[in-house]
Structure formats: structure tokens, C-alpha cells
């Protein structure tokens, strides 16, 4: 090897400009054996060979091989089973065998020949839940032996081979084993010619990266391309050659996807030399940064955690990530992450949780019922929150109890620091014996003050979205109103970006027994200037609405009011009265999205409803009303434009896709069907509404009858006699005094203390008679306080509300409703008349 530090490789050169693929341009991705060969490289090895047992014979047999020059190792072709090779022993006991330079002299066969004394060799059995299936031989350049982290890395590769070796066994003849794992496991690897940019990559790598093989130019700014322009410099240093950086280097970045998400990769890169023993290449490897284990001490490893716990927004996910830097990246057995909370620490996680696997202090503090664990319990870990100081405790160090089983091979106490305070502890044991070094205690500082503030962010969010879900909640209506002949469902979703409280909003009320109005609405923006206005736009449609006005009034009056707010936002709204006896809806819409509706065959249609602008825009607009009729086993669906657009929805296309899952849906279940239609929203930019109802139709529609009272000297009378008729037609005369009595005093009242028109209007449902009587004045009737013997009136309320079983007045438009419900008696069958029996079989 060259004293300057530069490898010698016999690789493949990258083709020259203009020579890649017929008619494309691009170069052709590399093979697998190449790609095998450079991921050895950086493995530590230099021969990789797979054995699998020959059946019948007794012996394992060489099927495949990758390296730089697999010739000059000798393996054998064929291995006794019964035999004291490597591969034997490993495939024997289904353990791997790592061995060095002088462990490996004392095999006497299954080794390179001629023996080398620069050679160690790792035998991994390849095996399944079925059964042994051969053995991974991989010879490394290192007379020490393999590494903990390259260890780690060939075993996953052992796993992947076995993998492929499996899903391969019933196929005929011989296919690849090694490339396909490779793939398997997500290592690309890649050729760089700094000199004129070109670089020969794999299908893999540009899988990594994002780019097909089909689109890939060969050239290496292509590549860089899609990293992020933060990571550039450090990536351009790495991949640049210089007489100070010749050997291995490291380095962790981030690339954009094609789907707009950001990717953690890890490189490895080395400079070699070429076949000319003149020209430099740039040899490495890149995977996912899980695939294989960061450098104990390479900054790249903190702007990875840094930028994992920016995204944090839950102590859960906190948690996750501090499990992936602490337990994965640095081989410990434990991690234990625990918060302060006065006097007691809640642990928030417990890694592994298995509970036998910790000593009783944090078994019982990882229970559910448990309050925590009380600090004074643990002197230590007083100390620590006391002092904030990072503690490292090496192998063979006396602890308290309650630390002792967490780790016996080392121990790292950190507090985590955050707004001049400690909130809390993190853990990380080992079982076996580890060393601590400076770059590793540095790296631990640097940990515990990101998670220190992770951790109060992750609460800070927690509130916010704890404030903010409780917001919409009283915003929102908590619960729909039980309708005849119907069924009614809402869901509401909040923005899963910026504050999660928006401006949607929906509303089911109930106007009388058989009529319900539905409401939807979206203002402009989900802030919390969106939901204030939100509320009081839902407030005032609510009020306008139980004041008895009709669809068109109650939306013109709300426009109104918003536009004399003076606010710079506007709302959509689309307002449904649906008369559940009659089956027929009247829409109004004010710059809201068409209604949806699926009939009863199963087929689904936009209902066209004539439109408004929106409110709050113009004072004077008009909103024209649209009749519908619903026939029983329709579903009406009124959404917002959260569900059917965004940035990468168009309108059109998300209208169709409701409508098809509307289509699809079950209407037997109206939660689950609007579950359906909500699907799966991801990330979603705008929170959703939506308003469902299921019409059935009334089982038993009540009969009506109505009357317009004149007002002449006997309008009471004829309003008894209209009574009297209409209760005789509907049989049940049995309430005729008290309904006639109750007529009475209402038309009466009605009369003498209003003006313009009355009426009177009966129904019969079931066994209530209910009597209204409506007139124009706005003011409910008052009933008197004192009513002593020199009174002159007063004492027809009180009549009325002695007769009734139920009494009320509602508004309505252009004045009020006074009713009044009585059950009627439940006729007892009159017994038969014995004189008028005959015996059976006697005469007639």
C-alpha cells in the first residue's frame, strides 16, 4: 500500500461522457458484484463467500463469492460437515465465530491458503425458524479481528443472506445471493472521478437519494442535487479529495426526497487509486443512518439528534429518539428516561421494558398505578438534579442499590438541563465492561442539553394542543341532537400544521319536533383568530335560527353581522332545514362547497344549490334558496374544504373521492361511514368538517289539522268548534274539555293582547295532542305573580299550564308560538256481556 495512505483497487472505471446507455445518455447502474465489493471494503473485508450444505453428502459447498480477488485466498470448494473449519464449527453450533490472525492459525483447514498472517476470518450461520441453511465466510484485512460496529453490520448482512437464501431454496439452478442481500439490507455504493464529476452508482444508492435509474446522467451534481444546502459544505469536504483527508471518512447528511421528505443518510468514502496507479477515485458506501452504527464521535451524530428532536413534539417521541442515539448508537443495555415533578421522578421511558430486566425501584415506578419514584429514595440521583453535574460511573464502581442492576458494566447518569433548571434524568447502562472516552463524554453533554429542551418543548406543545383541543371542543357542539326519522353524525379533525384550532365549524338544531336545521361552515384560516370568529358565526346561525326565521333570513342575518364586525376574515357556510315528516330540504349556501347526497340505490350526486357569496363581504347580498326531497335511505353529506383539497388535491379530484368512498360506503352505520369518508387525511394542511345525516322517514307520521282564527266578537267560539270536529274525526274525544279549555284561553290571550293574525294549528302523534296557537307578537306570555280574589284576569296561564302535561312558547317568524301537549287516556276494552255468551257447541 502506498505510504501516503491511498488504497489500490482494481474497480471498474466509470464510463467517459456520452458513453452511457443507448439513446439515453445515462450511465448503465453498477452490477451487484461491484456493489458487493465495495461494501466489503468498508466491512473491513476483502472475500465474502457463502457455503450451503450439499444434501446427501455430508459437506458444505461454495456457491458464491465476492471480492476485490477472491482467487488469491484459497477457500476450499467443498467443506466436511464433521470437518474443523470455520464454517463447520459455525454452521455446527449456530453461533458466529470471529477470529483473529492467531486464532485462525489454529484451524488446519476451511482457512485462506496459503495461511496469511494479515488475515482474520468471521464465520455467521445463515439460518431461519426452518432451519440452518449454510454459512457466511468473510475474510477481513484487520490481524485484530472485526470491530464492534462491523460486527454488527455483517451479522445484519448474515440475517439478509439467509433472508434471500430462504425465499430462493425452491427455485431451479443457481441465483446470486450476496448482491440481493446487499440490496436487502440498503447499502448503495458508488465511484466518484473528482476530476471531471462523474460518478458510477448502483440501484440502491439512487433508491437512497431518490432518483431512478432511468433519469440518473452519471454526473455527480446530479447527486448532490438532492442534498439539503446545509449539509453541502460538510458534504463537499468529504467527497473532495486532499493530502490531509486520505483514508476513511464519515459523515451523516440529509437528502429531499422526491415527496418532499427529508432523509438521514450515512456515507463512508475512502480515496483510492486507480488501475492507471495515476488517477484518484473516491470509493464508498451510503445507507439509511439506521443501517449501520454513527461514530462515537463524529458531529454528525449531534445535527442528526438535533434535528430528530426538533421534530419531537410528544414526550413519547422524545423518548424514541433518545432510545435510537443512547442505546443503539452507543451498544447500551439500558436506557431510562425520567422527569421531575416535584419531590418524584415519572419515568417516561424504560428501555427495554421488560420489568425483570430492572431493579425494583424503576419496576415498580414504570407501573401505570404508581405516582413515580420518590428522589429521596436515590441519593444520587438527588445529587444530580441538585447539581446538574454528568456522572460516569466505569466498570466495577460500588452504586446504591437502586442503580446497581441498571448497569454493571458502566453507567452514565445525565441530568438534563433546560431554562436554568434540571427537569430531569436519563440512564444508560451496560452489561458489559465500557470504557468511557473524552469524545463520548461529550457527546453525552451535548445529548442531555438537547433533550433537556426537547423535553420542555414536548410539554410546551402538549399544553398548547391541550388548550387548543379544549377551545374547539367549547366551540363545537358536544353532542347532536336524537332526530325523528333520522340520524345524525358529525366528525371534526383540526390541522395537523400550525396551531391545531381552526375556523370549521358545525351545528345540528333541533328547531321543532319534526324539523332540524344542519349547518357547516368554514372562516377563513385556522388561527385562533379563526376560531374566535368561528364561535360567534356559530353562535349567531344558532340564535337566528331558533328564533323561527327561514333558511334565507337566518344566512342574510349572519352575513350582517359579520361585515359589521369589521374583521378582515370572511366564512363559508352551507345551511340545510330539513322537514323530517315531509322528507324535503331547503339549502341555502353562501360560498361553501355543493352538498353531497347518496340515494338509496347507492348511487351519490352534488346537489346543485344556487349560491351566495360569502359572508361577510357584502352587506346587501342575497342567498336564494333550493328545494330538495329526500326519499328514505338517502344520506346527506355537508363537508368542508379541508377533506376534498389541497396543495397537491384539486378540487375536482377530491370531490370525486369522496363521492366514490361515499358510494362504497356502509350506510347501516353512519359513525363508521363517516370514518370512511374521512380515510386517511396524512398531514393535513387545513382541519375538516363533517356533517352527516341519514334519513329513514317517520314510522308513524302525526296528523295535523289547521285553522286561521278571525277576529270577530265569537272567534272563541269558533275556534272550540273547529277544535270540537277535529278531535271527534281523530277519535279522541276523551280530551275534549281539557283540549277545548286550553283552546280557549290561548286564542283569548292571543286576541286581546296582540295584533295582526292568529292560528291555531292541532297534531295528534301517538297519545299527545298538542295545541298551538301563533300570533305576531314577539314577547312570550308573562304569567302573573300575585292573582288574589279582586283580580280581573291572569288566571288563564295558570289554567292552562294545570291542564297540560307540557307548556311552552317558542319563537317563530314574525312572533311566537304558545302550545300546549295533553296525553290522552288509554281506553281500558270493555268486557264482554255474559248474557250474550254461548256455550261452545250449544245453539245459537
Known amino acids: 500500500m502506498p505510504h501516503d495512505g491511498r488504497a489500490r483497487a482494481g474497480l471498474s472505471e466509470p464510463p467517459a461522457p456520452g458513453a452511457g446507455a443507448a439513446d439515453t445518455g ?9 456493489a458487493s465489493e465495495r461494501a466489503l471494503v468498508f466491512a473491513g473485508a476483502v472475500l465474502a463467500a457463502v457455503y450451503v450444505p450439499d444434501r446427501g453428502s455430508g459437506e458444505l459447498r461454495l456457491v458464491e463469492t465476492a471480492g476485490r480477488t477472491p482467487s488469491a485466498y484459497g477457500l476450499p470448494e467443498r467443506l466436511s460437515l464433521s470437518g474443523r473449519s470455520p464454517a463447520a464449527h459455525a454452521f455446527r453450533t449456530n453461533r458466529p465465530l470471529w477470529l483473529n490472525s492467531a486464532a485462525l492459525a489454529a484451524y488446519g483447514e476451511g482457512v485462506p491458503t496459503p495461511p496469511r498472517s494479515d488475515v482474520s476470518l468471521a464465520a455467521l450461520p445463515l439460518g431461519t425458524e426452518g432451519g440452518q441453511l449454510g454459512c457466511l465466510v468473510v475474510a477481513g484485512t484487520d490481524a485484530q479481528g472485526f470491530e464492534d460496529e462491523r460486527r454488527r453490520f455483517l451479522e445484519r448482512y448474515a440475517d439478509a443472506v439467509a433472508g434471500v437464501l430462504h425465499l430462493g431454496a425452491g427455485r431451479p439452478g443457481p441465483s446470486s445471493l450476496l448482491g440481493p442481500a446487499l440490496r436487502k439490507l440498503g447499502v448503495g455504493s458508488f465511484v466518484l472521478v473528482p476530476d471531471i464529476g462523474l460518478v458510477e452508482a448502483d440501484e440502491t444508492l439512487l433508491e437512497l437519494v431518490g432518483i431512478t435509474p432511468d433519469s440518473f446522467d452519471g454526473k455527480a451534481e446530479t447527486l448532490l442535487a438532492h442534498a439539503l444546502p446545509e449539509d453541502m459544505h460538510a458534504l463537499m469536504s468529504v467527497l473532495e479529495p486532499t493530502t490531509q483527508t486520505f483514508g476513511r471518512r464519515e459523515l451523516d447528511f440529509r437528502v429531499r426526497c422526491p415527496t418532499g421528505e427529508t432523509r438521514w443518510l450515512s456515507l463512508w468514502c475512502q480515496v483510492v487509486t486507480g488501475a492507471d496507479d495515476l488517477s484518484e477515485r ?13 461514530g462515537a464521535g463524529d458531529v454528525s451524530r449531534i445535527q442528526w439528534l438535533t434535528a430528530e428532536l426538533d421534530e419531537a413534539m410528544t414526550v413519547p417521541a422524545v423518548g424514541r429518539i433518545v432510545v435510537t442515539a443512547l442505546r443503539d448508537q452507543l451498544g447500551a443495555d439500558r436506557v431510562v428516561l425520567a422527569e421531575a415533578q416535584g419531590d418524584r421522578l415519572t419515568v417516561s421511558v424504560l428501555d427495554p421494558p421488560d420489568p425483570a430486566a430492572w431493579p425494583e ?23 444530580a438534579l441538585r447539581d446538574g453535574r454528568i456522572d460516569l460511573w466505569p466498570p466495577g464502581t460500588a452504586l446504591e442499590p437502586g442503580l446497581a442492576g441498571v448497569g454493571t458494566g458502566g453507567l452514565a447518569l445525565l441530568p438534563l438541563p433546560a431554562k436554568g433548571r434540571v427537569v430531569g434524568v436519563c440512564l444508560v447502562g451496560w452489561d458489559q465492561a465500557h470504557e468511557f472516552v473524552s469524545e463520548e463524554r461529550s457527546f453525552l453533554t451535548a445529548v442531555a442539553a438537547l433533550v433537556g429542551q426537547a423535553l420542555t418543548r414536548a410539554h410546551a406543545h402538549d399544553a398548547e394542543e391541550e388548550l387548543a383541543t379544549m377551545l374547539q371542543r367549547s366551540l363545537l357542539p358536544r353532542r347532536l341532537p336524537e332526530l325523528p326519522g333520522g340520524t345524525a353524525v358529525a366528525r371534526y379533525l383540526p390541522a395537523r400544521q400550525g396551531l391545531q384550532v381552526g375556523g370549521d365549524w358545525y351545528d345540528a338544531i333541533a328547531l321543532t319536533e319534526d324539523r332540524v336545521a344542519l349547518v357547516i361552515g368554514d372562516v377563513q384560516g385556522h388561527s385562533a383568530a379563526a376560531a374566535t370568529i368561528m364561535g360567534q358565526m356559530r353562535t349567531a346561525v344558532r340564535a337566528y335560527a331558533v328564533e323561527g326565521h327561514p333558511p334565507d333570513v337566518v344566512i342574510s342575518h349572519a352575513n350582517r353581522l359579520l361585515v359589521g364586525m369589521e374583521t378582515d376574515l370572511f366564512a363559508t357556510c352551507c345551511y340545510a332545514e330539513v322537514d323530517m315528516e315531509e322528507g324535503t330540504i331547503l339549502f341555502v349556501r353562501a360560498g361553501h362547497l355543493s352538498p353531497l347526497v347518496r340515494h338509496p340505490d347507492g348511487s351519490t350526486e352534488e346537489v346543485q344549490v344556487e349560491g351566495g357569496p360569502p359572508l361577510g363581504v357584502l352587506a346587501e347580498s342575497e342567498f336564494p334558496m333550493t328545494t330538495f326531497a329526500l326519499a328514505p335511505g338517502t344520506v346527506l353529506v355537508l363537508v368542508t374544504d379541508g377533506l376534498v383539497e389541497a396543495s397537491d388535491l384539486p378540487l375536482d379530484e377530491g370531490m370525486h373521492r369522496t363521492r366514490a368512498a361515499l358510494a362504497a360506503a356502509e350506510p347501516a352505520d353512519p359513525g363508521r361511514m363517516a370514518d370512511a369518508l374521512l380515510g386517511d387525511v396524512g398531514r393535513r394542511e387545513d382541519d375538516v368538517a363533517l356533517l352527516l345525516l341519514r334519513y329513514d322517514g317517520m314510522k308513524t307520521r302525526p296528523i295535523k289539522a289547521g285553522w286561521a282564527v278571525w277576529r270577530l266578537p265569537d272567534a272563541v267560539m269558533h275556534a272550540r268548534r273547529f277544535t270540537a270536529r277535529t278531535l271527534r274525526r281523530w277519535q279522541v274525544e276523551d280530551t275534549a274539555d281539557a283540549v277545548l279549555l286550553v283552546v280557549s284561553e290561548l286564542v283569548t290571550n292571543a286576541l286581546v293582547h296582540t295584533q295582526g293574525p292568529v292560528r291555531i294549528d292541532l297534531m295528534l302523534r301517538g297519545d299527545r295532542v298538542r295545541v298551538c296557537v301563533s300570533d305576531s307578537s314577539p314577547r312570550a306570555p308573562a304569567k302573573p305573580v300575585i292573582v288574589d280574589w279582586e283580580s280581573t284576569g291572569g288566571r288563564g296561564l295558570l289554567l292552562v299550564e294545570a291542564m297540560s302535561d307540557a307548556f311552552g312558547s317558542v319563537p317563530v317568524a314574525g312572533g311566537k308560538q304558545v302550545w300546549s301537549e295533553i296525553v290522552v287516556p288509554r281506553r281500558e276494552p270493555a268486557p264482554a256481556d255474559p248474557a250474550h255468551l254461548t256455550p261452545s257447541g250449544g245453539p245459537p
Open 361 to 383: 425501584p424503576w419496576r415498580a415506578a414504570w407501573r401505570p398505578e404508581r405516582p413515580g419514584l420518590p428522589v429521596g429514595a436515590l441519593p444520587v440521583l438527588r445529587t
Open 26 to 34: 445515462a450511465p448503465p447502474p453498477a452490477p451487484e458484484s461491484t
Open 282 to 294: 473516491v470509493l464508498g458506501v451510503m445507507t439509511a443512518a439506521s443501517v449501520l452504527r454513527r
